[in-house]
């Protein structure tokens, strides 16, 4: 048997990472992970199971999508594109729409680079955390990402924290200001993802989601990581991660279907 490519190795960890957290319902060559109580996109989604993709994809797209719906969830893929050549014409023609070409970056203990803002302290949280101390760092989160609701609730930190593992959750304050967050993924087989990197608007271009990402990074490598990575929504994104020591490694393609047929 061959090796995994580096890219195998990621569409694995995040296979894992999300099996770990979220409710599964396999649907070959699909499998869904899906948020038990929050239908918000990104936290809902399919990545396609190992091995080259055959066959006409109608039927299982079809049947995936009926998963999503009976949830209540918006059919939705999150995929790195060299594991799956020919997904995303086939989604395309099965009624899903690109929603996101995310940067794949990734990032060793040699490429990393420590980075600080003057007055900004970082705060680091691991699973032993008090929710409360939690819930407004979901809450700034959720306002960067646009995603509204109702605040979290305890119940909505707790799980957050049961599902840390040996991540952790960064904050940033900026003269004893909440400002930022970020989180630590917990790590599998050596590798680990920075997520979730959110920064008021008010804050941004003050290299604040930088000294998050080389803070988060620090402490993966500390704890064993060899292989750190994340995904960047656009190109000026991507260079505040290249500032910590992120390397384009590929793309991260997020799909949805807005209307299910």
Do not use: K
């Not at 924290?161 to 989180?183: E, N, Q, Y």
């Amino acid at each position: 048997m061959q090796p995994m490519t580096q890219a195998e190795r990621i569409q694995s960890y995040l296979r894992e990472i999300a099996r770990s957290q979220y409710r599964v319902e396999h649907v070959p060559p699909f499998t869904a992970f899906l948020h038990p109580t929050d239908a918000l996109v990104h936290f809902n989604y399919a990545i396609p199971d190992a091995g080259p993709l055959a066959g006409d994809l109608q039927t299982p797209l079809r049947e995936l999508s009926a998963v999503f719906a009976a949830r209540g969830r918006t059919p939705r893929f999150e995929f790195v594109e060299a594991c799956a050549p020919g997904l995303a014409e086939a989604l395309a023609a099965n009624g899903f729409t690109e929603e996101l070409r995310a940067l794949l970056m990734t990032a060793t203990a040699d490429t990393a680079r420590p980075l600080t803002v003057p007055g900004l302290a970082i705060e680091v949280l691991d699973r032993a955390a008090d929710p409360d101390q939690v819930r407004p760092l979901l809450d700034l989160q959720r306002e960067v990402f646009g995603a509204g609701g109702e605040p979290a609730s305890r119940a909505d930190a707790r799980r957050a924290l049961d599902v840390l593992g040996d991540g952790a959750i960064l904050a940033g304050r900026l003269h004893g200001a909440l400002v930022s967050v970020a989180f630590l993924q917990p790590s599998r087989d050596g590798l680990a993802e920075v997520a979730g990197v959110a920064t008021l608007e008010t804050f941004r271009r003050r290299g604040i989601a930088g000294a998050l990402t080389s803070a988060a990074l620090s402490r993966a490598f500390e704890r064993g990581v060899t292989l750190a990575l994340l995904s960047a929504a656009s190109e000026a994104a991507g260079r505040v991660y290249a500032g910590a020591g992120f390397e384009s490694a590929g793309y991260v393609l997020m799909w949805a279907q807005v209307e299910p047929g």
